[in-house]
């Protein structure tokens, strides 16, 4: 018998996490994997788009009370790009002007090896996901933070290898 899973989001901002100028603290992943298909093991990385399907990024959301950075950045991989993985170590935090509110943000992005893609998440119906390189996903992604935060893991994985990345966070 197969397991079945049932994932829902999280909505709402009663457990949400502000800074203390009043700002939302979100976390964000990089969903990467590596191209085996033509042997070439070139990086991809996973965008999904926002909830009005206008812009692409990398999954993001609200860090909640109950979590940690790293439980944030997986339930956010999950709910909006229907991936599973392992988290690594904090690529950075920047401060970014919300372009809804007006205010200054707190963002973390970490990096999110995937090793499960589900057919079927929470968010499916709201967001589309697309594999693509590094090059596009610099040229699509709308945040100028969430590039910086893949120019950095591009440059940590070119200098150690991947499973250093996956250890040093176990």
């Known amino acids: 018998m197969a397991a079945v899973c049932l994932l829902v989001s999280r909505s709402g901002r009663h457990l949400q996490r502000y800074n203390n100028t ?3 603290q979100v976390v964000g992943c990089i969903p990467y994997r590596y191209k085996e298909e033509d042997m070439s093991n070139e990086l991809e990385v996973l965008l999904v788009s926002s909830q009005k399907g206008e812009a692409f990024m990398f999954p993001k959301g609200g ?3 109950d979590e ?11 709910e909006e790009a229907g991936v599973i993985g392992t988290v690594g ?6 401060n970014f002007i919300s372009k809804r509110h007006g205010i200054y943000y707190e963002g973390h992005m ?3 090896f995937v090793n499960q893609q589900l057919d079927i998440w929470p ?6 996901r697309i594999w693509m390189t590094v090059p596009e996903a610099r040229e699509i992604c709308q945040h100028w933070w969430m590039k910086e935060a893949l120019d950095i893991l591009v440059k940590r994985l070119s200098s150690s290898s991947h499973q250093n990345i996956i250890d040093t966070n176990n």
């Open 89 to 94: 170590n904090q690529l950075g935090q920047w």
């Open 68 to 78: 940690s950075l790293e439980e944030a950045a997986s339930r956010e991989s999950i």
């Open 22 to 24: 009043g700002g939302r």
């Open 110 to 112: 970490f990096p999110l």
């Open 123 to 128: 968010e499916q119906n709201l967001r589309k």
């Open 63 to 65: 860090w909640e009370i």
